[in-house]
């Protein structure tokens, strides 16, 4: 059986440790659908699972990235078949199940997404769970009626990935957007991406008060922390705030006063276990009317296995702009 290269993690109570080692097939998670992977991402959680930095494994070993993208080898499911460009993101992978660093992964064929019209292999994951989270954080708004009138929508942690794309596809939907971002050489990167305003994250001062003085329409938050709560203080009547990250913290105070007396909703996101229709839905979006504008802006490498130890650490110490492409 012909072996090749994976990116394995292994994360238990006894060792933690990963690198590239040589597998096969045989050795991959079952699934019925074989694919060969041409392209995979690194997220935010692919970083924090190949350090160790958080328990992101629920099995150990696996071989890491939460994306991968490429062609089906062999299918035992009537809904794919060899030669079908195809898509996997979150569902497991990485999780409990072996993901996308390595030249094949099998998954299940209800986690399988079809290459939407529009979208290349290589931009599908250039978008990878970062991108598709923004566009799902952006779906969840529209559904809550968040309108392009009602005012400036804010973007916290704007450089990172999904901070990235929502400026961008919130700018092609031509909704106003304030960038937060501590990294103060993005700035010109953030208005060419979109940004209708950028502001710096030490200048933002929100203060302590249940009800703050009214500032934004809405939020995407990938920060976390007190930050989120000052986005919800802040937030004008029904406005809607989606917390996607914790890059900058977990816990937060809140009363119930946002909601009840402005009806300010607060929208949870959860890209791993989107539900598959709504992923789909998502994906075909991103394929067309939410097609990002900057791709390949937003791309500021592409990398091999054997990079990513480096990327993890350069991404956790807030380094790395936009998107990092895996090539296998
Ligand atoms: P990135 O690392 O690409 O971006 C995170 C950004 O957050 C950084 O670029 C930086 O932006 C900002 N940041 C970093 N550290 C801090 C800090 N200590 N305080 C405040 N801001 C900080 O990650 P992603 O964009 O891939 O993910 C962003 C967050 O969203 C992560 O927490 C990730 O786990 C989460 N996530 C959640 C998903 C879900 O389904 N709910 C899916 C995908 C990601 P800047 O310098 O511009 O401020």
Not at 11 to 17: A, E
Not at 140 to 158: F, W, Y
Not at 280 to 296: E, M, S, T, V, Y
């Amino acid at each position: 059986m012909k072996k090749f290269p994976a990116f394995r993690i292994h994360s238990d109570q006894q060792d933690m440790h990963a690198g590239i080692e040589q597998l096969s097939v045989d050795d991959l998670s079952e699934g019925d659908v074989l694919i060969r992977v041409n392209y995979s991402s690194v997220n935010y959680k692919d970083a924090l699972a190949g350090t160790g930095k958080a328990q992101i494994l629920r099995r150990s070993p696996l071989v890491g990235g939460i994306d991968l993208a490429g062609e089906v080898v062999e299918s035992a499911s009537g809904d794919y078949s060899q030669g079908d460009q195809v898509i996997v993101n979150g569902s497991g992978l990485s999780e409990v199940h072996d993901g996308g660093y390595a030249e094949f992964a099998r998954v299940p064929a209800d986690w399988v997404v079809l290459l939407p019209t529009g979208l290349t292999l290589a931009q599908a994951m250039i978008i990878g769970t970062a991108g598709f989270t923004a566009a799902l954080s952006i779906h969840l708004l529209q559904q809550n009626n968040q309108q392009v009138e009602d005012g400036p929508i804010v973007v916290t942690g704007a450089s990172g990935g999904v901070g990235s794309f929502a400026i961008d596809l919130l700018h092609k939907l031509g909704y106003e957007t304030v960038a937060v971002t501590g990294s103060d050489d993005a700035h010109d990167y953030l208005y060419e991406l979109g940004a209708s305003k950028v502001v710096s994250r030490e200048k933002i001062k929100i203060g302590e008060n249940v009800l703050e003085k009214t500032r934004w329409a809405g939020a995407i938050d990938n920060v976390g922390g007190d930050t989120l709560s000052a986005l919800v203080r802040a937030s004008k009547p029904w406005g809607n705030v989606v917390s996607v990250g914790i890059a900058g913290g977990v816990k937060f105070e809140l009363s119930a006063m946002p909601f009840i007396i402005r009806g300010v909703n607060l929208l949870g996101v959860s890209s791993s276990n989107c539900p598959q229709p709504l992923r789909k839905i998502i994906w075909n979006r991103l394929g067309d009317d939410l097609h990002p504008q900057h791709i390949a802006k937003i791309k500021t490498q592409t990398v091999k296995l054997e990079s990513l130890p480096e990327i993890f650490e350069k991404l956790l110490n807030n380094e790395i702009r936009g998107r990092v492409l895996v090539e296998l």
